[in-house]
């Protein structure tokens, strides 16, 4: 299957700085990504779609200005956790789109995920 | 609204025998996905099987079976001859046809016994 890569696996702040997390695709062009949050012993819940060239689709309650996303290439989706809390603290998981330009039919590769501790 | 539910939270399981983990959905599409992933401790979700709702068989990979009932909405993941390494979250995910909208069940925590 297509891999997708997160940088880093994990990180350590401080409260009040802000924490960018990448996600590649490392094999594959993907026009479409999403994020996901995952606490402790939950599932994982969708935070926004990512769009190449375009703003990222938010989720209700997630909010746009704290979880800046950044769809550059169609290879790299970033996720910036702006002026961290310690409530940020999770998991976070990002996805890639992938679509068979013959059939349409597409699918969804997860990225290993980024362990997020705010201290 | 696409839902997913997973009324089991745990599920034990005594190594080389079967074990059938629910799932059951619920959407107003006619075009669908349904997944099942796990997850170890290590955070990486790792597919395992998937089914269409067009599709008439029942979805096998290897050890892997999905019990496909589309009359009930549901679609339970079925794990012959469990092994130790099976141990760990299993979620249940669906897709609409469309693949933007992709959501994932509450999870059951299997964990397998020597």
């Known amino acids: 299957g297509a891999v997708v890569s997160q940088h880093p696996s994990w990180v350590i702040c401080k409260s009040g700085t802000s924490v960018k997390i990448e996600c590649r695709s490392l094999d594959f062009q993907a026009t479409t990504m999403f994020w996901y949050r995952q606490f402790p012993k939950q599932s994982l819940m969708l935070m926004a779609t990512?769009?190449?060239?375009?703003?990222?689709?938010?989720e209700q309650g997630v909010e746009k200005d704290k979880f800046l996303i950044n769809h550059a290439s169609l290879t790299l989706s970033t996720l910036t956790v702006t002026s961290a809390h310690p409530e940020d603290s999770s998991f976070y998981i990002c996805?890639?789109?992938?679509?068979?330009?013959?059939?349409?039919?597409?699918?969804?590769?997860f990225g290993p995920g980024t362990r997020l501790t705010v201290l | 609204a696409q839902k997913i539910t997973q009324t089991q939270p745990g599920m034990f399981v005594q190594e080389k025998e079967a074990v059938t983990l629910d799932c059951t959905y619920d959407?107003?599409?006619?075009?669908?996905?349904l997944f099942w992933y796990k997850q170890p401790s290590s955070g990486e979700m790792i597919f395992l099987i998937y089914?269409?709702?067009?599709?008439?068989q029942n979805a096998t990979e290897g050890r892997y079976s999905l019990n496909f009932q589309k009359a009930r909405k549901s679609a339970n993941l079925v794990i012959s001859a469990s092994q130790l390494g099976d141990s760990a979250m299993y979620f249940c995910a669906m897709r609409d046809n469309y693949g933007q909208n992709f959501v994932f069940g509450p999870g059951t925590r299997l964990s397998v016994l020597p």
């Open positions: 959407t107003s599409d006619q075009s669908y996905g």
């Open positions: 089914q269409g709702s067009y599709d008439e």
């Open positions: 996805s890639a789109l992938t679509q068979d330009p013959i059939s349409s039919y597409n699918e969804q590769f």
């Open positions: 990512s769009n190449e060239g375009s703003k990222a689709t938010y």
